[in-house]
């Protein structure tokens, strides 16, 4: 199974979010078997509406790509189903501390456990950070990375990974183009100092506060007003969101020791990952092997395709 596919319990809808396991389903409602655990119809079908709910890029239900696409999320609900009761085995535990953080915290979960009861809610995310903790349990059985071998990873990536260049600057908004024009004026004369237009022009609190800004984010007028500008000089006039700015550049960021230690750590976070997802994909190979998956296609409702066999 791609990666893709892998990650998609870890980081997608858990089967909770469709309304939960029943506790004891029906003959009639079990679709298929991962080992002894049973997955029932309702369950497969909100799985299925839910995480399809804003890809409609797959077809018209009942084509072999939209089958596709469902065989392939119907995988990643039977390997759900396997960590989490490899989870459990472990007797991984999350306390209900835990969960209430996770719910108080966690905004962007809002939208998708806004439609379930709260003991829904809990046991989604209760599942959720059960996968979380077994992924750290699974990274910490693997040898810790050294700095030699992320060094490596720098050398041979440094032609392609690049470094985002990063500034420090001051902006002040003004109530009008003319304000900010005549201010920039006696900036430029010397007449003023930027500090001076603060005190002058500030209309909120908080403005002129040193802001850190990655150039690649910057819009290109910003990229234009600020690219020539030297540490100390102030920009023109730069309508940004609707209002106008002046900008004082402070600094660059972008040193030879800087731009080092950001590739440094770009290239810790990506070995972490491979180094987890390895951990994640052998973990579910076993599982796989000693939880096969077993399928009543007459009960399904999709044509289950199997994903093609590598070798």
């Known amino acids: 199974m791609p990666a893709a596919a892998v990650f998609v319990p870890l980081i997608g809808v858990l089967a909770a979010a469709c309304g939960g396991v029943p506790a004891s389903p029906g003959p009639d409602g079990v679709v298929a078997r991962v080992g002894d655990l049973p997955i029932s ?33 119907f995988d990643a609900l039977a390997d759900q189903k396997r ?5 459990g085995r472990r007797r991984l535990h999350v306390s209900d501390r835990e969960i209430d953080a996770y719910l ?34 699974l990274a910490e059985s693997r040898p810790p990375l050294t700095e030699q071998a992320i060094q490596a990873h ?37 007449a003023m100092t930027f500090v001076d237009a603060v005190l002058t022009y500030e209309s909120d609190p908080g403005q002129g506060v040193p802001l850190e800004l990655s150039w690649e984010t910057l819009s290109d007028d910003l990229r234009d007003a ?34 080092e230690a950001d590739l ?23 599982l796989r092997r000693a939880m096969p998956l ?12 199997p994903e093609p066999d590598p070798s």
């Open 104 to 137: 108080m915290n966690e905004a962007e979960e809002a939208p998708v456990v806004a439609g379930l009861s709260r003991e829904e809610q809990r046991q989604f995310v209760r599942e959720r950070l059960m996968i979380r903790l077994l992924q750290e349990r």
């Open 226 to 259: 600020l690219g020539d500008l030297q540490p100390g000089q102030t920009s023109r006039p730069v309508n940004f969101h609707g209002d106008v700015y002046l900008f004082q550049l402070e600094s660059w960021l972008d040193d030879a020791a800087t731009r």
């Open 83 to 87: 960590l989490i009761a490899e989870a």
């Open 41 to 73: 119809l309702a369950e497969v079908e909100s799985y299925l509406a839910l995480n399809l709910l804003q890809d409609e890029s797959v077809g018209p239900a009942g084509t072999a790509a939209t089958d596709r696409v469902k065989s392939r999320l």
């Open 294 to 305: 077993r399928i009543d296609e007459e009960r399904l409702p999709f044509t289950y395709i």
């Open 154 to 190: 720098v050398e041979r990536t440094r032609d392609t990974a690049g470094s985002s260049r990063r500034l420090r600057v001051r902006a002040l908004r003004f109530s009008s183009a003319e304000d900010a024009a005549t201010a920039a004026d006696r900036i430029g004369r010397g």
């Open 264 to 286: 440094f750590e770009r290239a810790r976070g990506e070995l972490e990952r491979q180094r987890r997802q390895k951990a994640l994909e052998g973990l579910l190979g076993r």
